[in-house]
């Protein structure tokens, strides 16, 4: 975030505003004025900033995002939901303060080749981002390229875990069009980006592998069980059960962040 605020050109939104967007809200779709939307996403991603130009370069960024990423849930009949997924929106908790601050930045964006950049952001990195490249198959966007990020890595508490029943995890990739082995045992992770996380996993089970790329994974879980679940790329297998590790079958199990200097529980399967 810090790196390409100060690399991108910050200029406002021509005449042509964008007026509304349609947002998915629970089971609701809302025409919500641009600058609405900004404040409920402030209200939804960052109510535990206290710098009030920390919140106003993230009024910046959501601006921008939003306008990037606008009509990718076109299929479904709006433009943005209102999770984690697109930017999390929560209007009930817009506060005066933040409706002043996104209200004085009003407008502006960042651009990128004349367009609204793909300005997105974390809630924490871990102590060093990733190339935009790496996590979204080959995607142009040279102002997100790794860095360390030392202020991340004094935040306590980054760890996760997350574990779920192996048929449900096959349930959730068949979903999104994935395709694993038969019966699931277990995921090693087989190819790690510049910056240590998951870029391709090898699902395990009746005998064989099946390699699918790590984001893809991560999204196939979060539309079926939540986006709070795998958080990011940057984890390692943590436990496996096999068969009879309970009633459910195998489990499998990630953890984040990755043990510096580990290794061998990366290629952790159930067998
Ligand atoms: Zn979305
Ligand atoms: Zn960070």
């Given at each position: 975030m810090r790196g390409f605020l100060a690399a991108l050109v910050c200029s406002s939104l021509a005449a042509a505003a964008p007026g509304t967007l349609k947002v998915r809200v629970k089971s609701a779709t809302i025409d919500m004025p641009l600058e609405q939307y900004v404040a409920a996403v402030l209200a939804g991603e960052?109510?535990?900033?206290?710098?009030d130009e920390g919140i106003k370069a993230m009024a910046v960024a959501a601006r921008s995002y939003a306008m990037n990423l606008r009509g990718r849930h076109a299929a479904e009949?709006?433009?943005?939901?209102?999770?984690?997924?697109c930017q999390r929106v929560a209007l009930d908790a817009v506060t005066p303060r933040l409706a002043s601050l996104a209200a004085q930045t009003v407008g502006d964006l960042l651009w990128f080749e004349g367009k609204p950049a793909f300005a997105c952001y974390s809630r924490r990195c871990g102590g060093s981002t990733e190339d935009a490249a790496a996590v979204w198959?080959?995607?142009?966007?040279?102002?997100?390229r790794s860095h360390a990020d030392p202020y991340c890595a004094r935040q306590p508490g980054g760890e996760w875990h997350w574990s779920a029943p192996a048929a449900e995890i096959a349930a959730a990739l068949g979903k999104s069009q994935l395709r694993g082995?038969?019966?699931?045992?277990g995921i090693a992770i087989a190819q790690r980006t510049g910056?240590?996380?998951?870029?391709v996993l090898a699902l395990v089970g009746t005998g064989e592998q099946v390699r699918i790329s790590a984001s893809s994974f991560r999204f196939a879980i979060g539309r079926a069980l939540g986006f709070?679940?795998?958080?990011?790329?940057?984890?390692?297998?943590?436990r496996v059960g096999g068969?009879?590790?309970?009633?459910?079958g195998a489990r499998v199990g990630v953890a984040a962040p990755r043990r510096r200097g580990g290794g061998a529980e990366d290629d952790a399967t159930g067998a």
């Open positions: 960052c109510n535990t900033f206290r710098s009949g709006y433009d943005l939901c209102a999770t984690t997924h198959g080959g995607m142009r966007a040279p102002f997100l082995p038969p019966e699931l045992d910056s240590g996380r998951a870029r709070n679940t795998v958080r990011s790329d940057q984890w390692s297998v943590a068969h009879g590790a309970g009633a459910d």
